[in-house]
């Protein structure tokens, strides 16, 4: 006589959704620096621009010793662009860094994002798949993803290719101000790994 084998159903808990250029932004709901909560869903009718962040980074260091990510962050938030810098390191990786150390850092770079948010846990990064920093994202006023990619076309730490570089977030700005679709949608992200937690 045969016997079959009892079959057991595991529950598994999915991942969140990657972010998917032209489909809505996941959600989220984060602390900054200052311990005050943001929402995605408070900037509606807002475009907002996503930066992930690790100061530890030499890619990012690129961007924030020259100036370039702190010039670009200016040009967006001087057209009201909401710009919301994101760490996804977890405590005791690289980038990591307090509240306090946060605004120290914020001082001495002249950040000029609107804030910055700190995701410990690794779930935003996760759910808007940021592989890098940096790794850039603009969300339209209606709430649709429409760029996720590098910040600029030349992926290199070297300061010296910014000028040579064409600005995917600032092209992709322009177009949405200007009432057309983002030319570039999406490009290979560049920097160095998130730094999540295992």
Request: glycine fraction near 10%; charged fraction near 15%.
């Amino acid at each position: 006589m045969l016997r079959l084998a009892p079959v057991l159903f595991i529950a598994a808990t999915l991942p969140l959704a990657a972010a998917t250029v032209g489909a809505p932004a996941p959600g989220f709901e984060l602390t900054d620096s200052n311990g005050k909560t943001h929402k995605l869903s408070d900037y509606a009718g807002k475009t907002v621009v996503l930066e992930w962040v690790n100061h530890g980074c030499p890619f990012v260091k690129k961007h924030y010793d020259s100036g370039n990510m702190q010039k670009t962050q200016s040009a967006a938030t001087a057209d009201g662009v909401v710009w919301l810098s994101v760490c996804s390191s977890a405590p005791g990786e690289q980038g990591h860094e307090s509240p306090a150390g946060w605004n120290k850092i914020n001082a001495d770079k002249n950040v000029a994002a609107t804030a910055v948010l700190i995701d410990a846990s690794g779930k935003v990064g996760r759910a808007y798949d940021a592989r890098t920093t940096p790794h850039m994202y603009v969300i339209d006023p209606s709430g649709t993803l429409v760029y996720a990619g590098g910040i600029d076309s030349i992926p290199s730490s070297s300061k010296a290719d910014i000028a040579k570089a064409q600005n995917y977030v600032l092209a992709a700005l322009g177009d949405l101000k200007a009432g057309r679709a983002v030319a570039t949608a999406s490009s290979k992200p560049y920097g160095c790994g998130v730094k999540y937690a295992d």
